[in-house]
């Protein structure tokens, strides 16, 4: 399994990279595992392929009666309907999966698992009507973080941060932005410029350990500026 976790991102960096050949050949490692799990499952006489094939077939139809059945498309409101039919196809005494949030992995990143946390609660309503409103309780956020930090002490200041976080993203999905991928950009982003300004500083034989932050910066703002040329 820890194969399987570490072939999963892999194939989503190299998606996420564009790179059609690393696509191609980091799918096919995912692949590999995943027929892995199956011919283990066969060897044990728990499961074939033809079941996996059977149970996933049954759910898509099952949750997608816009398609195999009547009912009509909900447009906006699809999401709402469909986390509506998994909650009915779980046990009833089975209080935490029947919660509106459900049972999400664990190992969810956190910036992931709190949008889709938030993700689930809003099919419910319970949302924002608009980006504004989650746009303020981000400023809110923000001062009730900025007074934990000035009195200094460290766990209220860790959860007032993580509420913060938890802000920015609910903000991020009301605008349509994906956190993962956002911040996904911003460290690639960085790397980028930063490794560049490595590069310059070799060239000159420049020493960053030496320099002040004031210098440092003026190679960050050439680095910036060549971007734009």
């Known amino acids: 399994m820890p194969h399987l976790i570490e072939e999963a991102h892999e194939a989503a960096e190299a998606i996420e990279s564009g790179d059609r050949e690393a696509i ?3 799918l096919g490692d995912l692949l590999l595992h995943l027929a892995f799990q199956i011919v283990i499952a066969e060897e044990e006489g728990s499961f074939d392929l033809a079941d ?3 149970k996933i077939i049954d759910k898509m ?9 009547d009912a009509k498309y909900a447009g906006e409101a699809h999401q709402a309907v469909w986390e509506t039919l998994k909650r009915r196809e779980r046990d009833p005494a089975d209080e935490r999966r029947n919660s509106v949030i459900g049972t999400l992995p664990e190992g969810l990143p956190a910036l992931v698992r709190a949008y889709r946390i938030q ?3 809003a099919t419910i309503g319970f949302d924002w009507r608009t980006p504004d409103g989650a746009r303020a309780k981000v400023d809110e956020e923000l001062a009730e973080t900025n007074a934990a930090a000035e009195k200094g002490l460290p766990e ?3 959860e007032e941060f993580g509420d913060l976080l938890f802000a920015l993203v609910n903000w991020g999905r009301l605008l349509d932005v994906h956190p993962h991928t956002a911040l996904q950009y911003a460290n690639r982003k960085f790397e980028t410029r930063f490794q560049r300004l490595e590069a310059l500083a070799a060239e000159r034989g420049v020493v960053l350990e030496d320099q002040s932050l ?9 680095v910036k500026r060549e971007e734009t040329l």
Request: hydrophobic letters at 40%; a negative charge.
């Open 61 to 69: 139809v099952r949750r997608h009666p816009h398609v195999f059945g």
């Open 156 to 158: 209220p200041l860790e």
């Open 119 to 121: 993700q689930k609660v």
């Open 214 to 222: 004031d210098e440092l910066d003026q190679l960050w703002d050439e």
């Open 24 to 26: 191609v050949d980091e």
């Open 52 to 54: 996996v094939a059977a």
